[in-house]
């Protein structure tokens, strides 16, 4: 990971602020895929959401309509998976994966209710009394599928919650992207804890709500429920 001054970090928001990045590519069974297959497709380009309480941060703005033509990829439980950026993720900021089992189907999920649970998160690269830095130089982002996790079709949800607007309430940036798989080869797991999305959270969390520039944070707390790892 590289690690940026504050100031190196201040710079870089600026310069690059017009150029966001999407999650959309799904790395599975050691290959990444093409863009938007297995990945639902949204018509929010590479805006993010800023809205916790909208159904957007579910698998973002349009998403839930492209779900039926979206493929689903076979995966192993306990195999790495994961989602590649079009471009480096340059904000600043920390990433959650949820997952959901789908009733039947994941292309006919909407991800409703308390279904979603967390497989993976990534912090702040390093909190100093001098800066907060981040892991801003990557374009994918991996997981292993929890062994134990039982077998069916889920929901995949990567989000990049991005800081360098936090500090007032909804500035944090959410750029999400939800991939659709089925899992074979698991076991009797029994993920916990369950939230919903939108639900997991209210805007107020100091990993959502603060300011990373000034004064420099000396603890970062992780937004959202404790990772299953099966």
Known sequence: MKLLSTALLFAAVIGQASAHYRFLKLIANGATGAEYA??????????????VTSEDLRCNVG?????SSTTTTS???????GFEADIAVFHPGVFNIYMAKAPSTAAAFDGSGSVWFKVWEEGPASI??????????STQFKFTVPK??????YLVRIEHIALHSASTFGGAQF????????????????PSPKVAIPGVYTGNEPGILLSIWWPIPTTYTQPGPAVWSG
């Open 38 to 51: 297995s990945i639902r497709t949204n018509t929010n380009a590479n805006s993010p959401v800023t809205d």
């Open 128 to 137: 100093t009394t001098s800066a907060i830095t981040f892991d801003t130089t």
């Open 175 to 190: 750029y999400i992207s939800c991939a659709q798989i089925k899992v074979t080869g698991g076991g009797s797991g029994s």
């Open 63 to 67: 998403a839930l309509a492209s779900a």
């Open 148 to 153: 134990t996790l039982p077998d069916g079709e």
């Open 75 to 81: 995966v192993t439980a306990g195999s790495t998976i």
